[in-house]
């Protein structure tokens, strides 16, 4: 498998007036080629941070502080705002949660799909409106032609989501991140949205990294999953391993949260206790003062991930051998 | 659309309504036209005549709809001084108070705009910081110093404007007395306008300015950027089309209120138009010129709001559907 995005180290600080938020800590993870990965993890846990910083739009006063972001052989994360600028919307597109506020209400469709393309492609209006109706009719949007020139309030919210994937495959990126794309949407259309980025990424041999609270839907749809907390990689694996035989003591407590996985869509905060504040951590382990396996070692030492059976790998002391 | 246009046109005709019942009851009030109409020297008896002649023993309403009707037509009674119908005087005025309104509003649009986007998408610059202690600064000095002070200054020290009057003036259509075509009645011109200005200026400017950065904060912001659009694009098309929204709509209203802060203004620089005529007419206590003022103001005020909300209508996507259901 060859890597298409390796993340090593990476850092992003939120500085505040009322201290530093320290959202991401030496995140390390590597997507391959047209493979699906998931993102877990409760909320605060740093999946969006995560997400927005691969193409450096931390809402602000996030930053990088520290790590690279090797993408085709260069360190994007060091890249001007005007190279960054050609990656972004070009060869990794986003997919964001909420439909209603993503596209602009006063331009329309046709619109804010064309100028997508103009700022990556040197072509005339007409290839790129061609362009345009190619992915309308990909994402099964009915009489394309016609849908160019409405304004977003004419369409639904899942309509609207629909166009939003429909506007990232227009430049056939190599990766599309897609922050909780289902999560604003009516429950009845969330499958239908979901099996539709399935596909295009199959049909196209995209790259996804999907961030969610939803096991059930990660489980369908990625290769492997890692699993955040406190903006650590706690664990990470192929989806089977991490959802039938989670290590982390963390990923188990969110598994069994999950009472039967074939029905099951609950929220990840079952777990007793609270994930600590970004702004002063624990020493050790993050999850040290909830866990209940706990051992001296955890209060004193940060786990690194380190290869598990079967292909994944853990930050955990206790499964590490304790030692 | 059209449906829309109606409604506003509609609620733009019930103000009119208030307004000109608000000037009757002052006409009827404090006003007497049969001095207006004959001066003060005729006997009781045959004022007494005149009043139930022209009405004036009418009931309220009556009178009310009588002198609606008038209105409507364009008779707004007679001023006791220029003995002449009021809406006439108003008219010859109105030329030097509109084109003062237009100068400094078009001050007000060239600046606002630019330095308002500025300040939003560099904040942290000394150029902003600038812009906005001085935004600060101009709100807070009302117009009369603003206005005593640039006399001060590039009349009396530099001598480098003209302080008073309109200038050399040119009549269009043979009722319009433009200042705006000579050079002369334009270097007039600049001081007033700036002084009327200065105080919606930094209003706009604040405006603007705070509108933008919230919209820069928004969802669908954030999602141009990570389309890969260009910075350009992304402050012009997708931000600054949003921040028009509430700015058009405050815009009006304060196009509006500028038309009273030009009493003032033409006071101190003896300007020839409507405000310093409504001065004159209340020390010569000609209620028919007052109320034709403040009817015809209203007038105004009225018709600029409804365009525009008209155009709001029109820059607004959602409004467009709304009106053609
Ligand atoms: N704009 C911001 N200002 C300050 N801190 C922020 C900001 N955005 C994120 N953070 C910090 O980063 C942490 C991670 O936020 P992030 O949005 O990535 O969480 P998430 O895992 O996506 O949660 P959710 O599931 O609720 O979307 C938060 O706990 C918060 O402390
Ligand atoms: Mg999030």
Redesign the interface.
């Known amino acids: 498998m060859e890597p298409l995005i390796q993340i090593k180290n990476l850092r992003v600080d939120f500085a505040l007036r009322s201290g530093t938020v320290r959202a991401l800590r030496d995140v390390t993870l590597t997507i391959n080629k047209g493979e699906r990965l998931g993102i877990v993890g409760e909320s605060g846990a740093g999946k969006s941070v995560l997400g927005f910083s691969i193409i450096n739009l931390i809402s602000k006063p996030g930053r990088i502080t520290g790590g690279q972001i090797i993408f085709k052989g260069e360190d994007i994360a060091k890249y001007s705002l005007e190279k960054m600028r050609t990656i972004r919307g070009d060869r990794i597109s986003m997919i964001f949660q909420d439909p209603m506020m993503t596209l602009n209400p006063v331009l329309t469709i046709g619109t804010q799909m064309k100028e997508t393309i103009h700022a990556h492609r040197n072509v005339s209006n007409r290839e790129a409106e061609a362009i345009c109706l190619e992915k309308l009719r990909k994402v099964y949007i009915p009489s394309p032609e016609r849908r160019l020139t409405q304004y977003p309030h004419e369409f639904s919210g899942g309509m609207r989501q629909r166009i939003v994937i429909a506007i990232s495959l227009l430049t056939s990126p190599s990766l599309i991140i897609a922050d909780e794309p289902t999560t604003a949407l009516d429950v009845t259309i969330q499958a239908e949205i979901m099996d539709l980025l399935l596909e295009l990424c199959e049909t196209e041999n995209m790259g996804l990294i999907l961030i969610t609270h939803d096991l059930a839907v990660v489980s369908e749809v990625t290769q492997r999953i890692a699993v955040l907390y406190a903006g650590k990689v706690v664990e990470i694996g192929p989806t089977r391993q991490i959802i039938d035989t989670p290590q982390h003591p963390y990923t188990q407590g969110l598994i069994k949260a999950l009472p039967q996985m074939a029905g099951g869509k609950r929220r990840l905060n079952q777990i007793p206790g609270m994930m600590p504040s970004l702004r002063d951590m624990p020493s050790g382990c993050p999850f040290q003062p909830r866990c209940t396996e706990r051992i001296d070692k955890c209060i004193h030492e940060i786990p690194l991930l380190t290869p598990v059976e079967g292909g994944g790998q853990v930050a955990c002391f206790v499964r590490q051998g304790g030692m | 659309m059209f449906a829309f246009a109606m409604k506003r046109i509609l609620q733009a005709v019930i103000v009119m309504l208030i307004i000109s019942l608000i000037g009757f009851a002052i006409k009827h009030n404090f006003g007497d036209p049969v001095r207006d109409l004959v001066g003060q020297r005729v006997t009781p008896a045959e004022r007494a005549e005149i009043r139930e002649k022209l009405g004036l023993n009418d009931p309220f309403m009556v009178q009310y709809v009588r002198f609606l009707g008038a209105a409507v037509q364009g008779d707004l009674g007679q001023s006791y001084f220029f003995k002449r119908p009021a809406s006439e005087v108003i008219i010859r005025k109105a030329p030097a108070t509109l084109e003062l309104v237009f100068c400094a509003s078009l001050i007000i649009v060239l600046l606002s705009v630019p330095l308002g986007i500025y300040s939003a998408i560099r904040p942290k610059t000394l150029f902003s910081r600038f812009i906005m202690g001085g935004s600060i600064v101009g709100v807070s000095i009302p117009v009369f110093l603003t206005a005593i002070l640039l006399i001060y200054i590039f009349s009396v020290e530099l001598n480098w404007l003209p302080s008073f009057g309109r200038g050399k003036t040119v009549m269009l259509f043979g009722w319009w007395d433009t200042g705006l075509l000579t050079v002369d009645g334009l270097l007039h011109l600049i001081m007033p306008s700036i002084a009327l200005s200065s105080i919606m200026l930094p209003l706009f400017i604040r405006l603007i300015r705070s509108e933008m950065m919230e919209v820069l ?15 350009r ?1 992304v402050w012009w ?2 931000a600054f ?2 921040t028009l ?1 509430p700015v058009i709509t405050v815009g009006g209203v304060q196009l509006g209120i500028m038309v009273a802060f030009t009493i003032l203004t033409e006071t101190v620089f003896q300007w020839q138009g409507m405000g310093s005529m409504f001065i004159e007419s209340v020390e010569r206590s000609d209620t028919s010129l007052m109320v034709a003022y403040l009817v015809f103001v209203g007038f105004v005020f009225v018709l600029v709001n409804t365009m525009v909300d008209i155009i709001y209508g029109l ?4 409004v467009r ?1 709304a009106g053609r259901k």
Do not use: D, I, Q
Request: no cysteine; net charge positive.
């Open positions: 904060e928004s969802e669908y912001v954030k999602y141009a950027w990570a389309k890969g659009l260009k910075p694009r098309v997708h089309k949003n929204l820059v607004n996507p959602t559907v």
